[in-house]
Nanobody, 114 residues
Framework: QVQLVESGGDLVQAGGSLTLACVAS????????MGWYRQAPGKQRQFVAS???????TYTPSVKGRFTISRDNAKNTVSLQMNSLTPPDTGVYYCYHRVTYITWGQGTQVTVAS
């Protein structure tokens, strides 16, 4: 079993920055992928960024150059540094961990005011 605990969601003004953090515990596996999805009101959950154990990173095009994902394998944590935030970035951000199955965090609210 895997458990994920998220933190860092907040209300910020357009152009501001936030850092989200997620810590994982349990049977994590020697190779895994951790990252973030987000869900805006009335929309489906969409991929944001991911990073695997070996350092391979993927971003959705709308956040590339503004968001930076990082992970600390020793601490089993993943972070998302978000800069130049805009109102379309608003949503519930979910941390995830994937081996042969996926585990989701509970979500943390990010609101970007106009």
């Amino acid at each position: 079993q895997v458990q994920l605990v998220e933190s860092g969601g907040d209300l910020v003004q357009a152009g501001g920055s936030l850092t989200l953090a997620c810590v994982a515990s349990g049977s994590l596996g020697s190779f895994n992928i951790m990252g973030w999805y987000r869900q805006a009101p009335g929309k489906q959950r969409q991929f944001v960024a991911s990073m695997n154990t070996d350092g391979s990173i993927t971003y959705t095009p709308s956040v590339k150059g503004r968001f930076t994902i990082s992970r600390d394998n020793a601490k089993n944590t993943v972070s998302l540094q978000m800069n130049s935030l805009t109102p379309p970035d608003t949503g519930v951000y979910y941390c995830y961990h994937r081996v042969t199955y996926i585990t989701w965090g509970q979500g943390t609210q990010v609101t970007v005011a106009s």
